[in-house]
């Protein structure tokens, strides 16, 4: 009952705002909305492989998938930091020439340099998903290296 009296009176208040820019004046128009919950899935962890004689890692993807039935779920930001000791370094370093078991790690995701937090808005539809690809380089190692270079940090919105 509501949210019927509520659109109504929206509806009035649009209505009214047509009128009075005929008339070179401004009504103020204030609409309420109930909060809304973001419910969407993001995995834990995703792993990273790098294979002996090879400096170009194997990243797993990232699914995000929008749980809502109305509502497009923005990621407005995404940021690497390096954890574990590792070393975040630019994609373009050699990595054939970085020292042996250094810790130093690359993360590329579409063709930006995570050096830089990725800053364009990637949308996801309400119950559709937006898989995430990352790419990325490690230094060689003589070792079995079980933790992880990077946190993903992201910022999420409603739209």
């Keep these: ?40 899935t993001v995995p834990e962890s995703i792993s990273m492989y790098v294979k002996a004689n090879s400096n170009e890692a194997d990243i797993d993807n990232m699914k995000i998938t929008n749980n809502s039935k109305v509502g497009v779920i923005q990621i407005k930001n995404i940021s690497a930091l390096a954890v574990n000791d590792y070393t975040k370094v630019e994609d373009i370093s050699d990595f054939s020439k970085l020292p042996m078991n250094s810790k130093k790690a690359s993360l590329v995701f579409r063709n930006h340099d995570m050096m830089t937090d990725y800053k364009e808005v990637i949308e996801v539809d309400p119950e559709c998903d937006e898989t995430l690809s990352f790419t990325g380089h490690s230094n060689a190692t003589t070792e079995i290296v079980a933790d992880q270079p990077f946190e993903i940090i992201m910022t999420v919105g409603f739209k």
């Design 1 to 40: 009952m509501n949210k019927n009296i509520i659109l109504l009176t929206s509806v009035l208040m649009l209505s009214g705002v047509s009128v009075a820019s005929e008339q070179e004046k401004s009504v103020p128009v204030n609409l309420y909305v109930e909060a809304t919950v973001l419910d969407y």
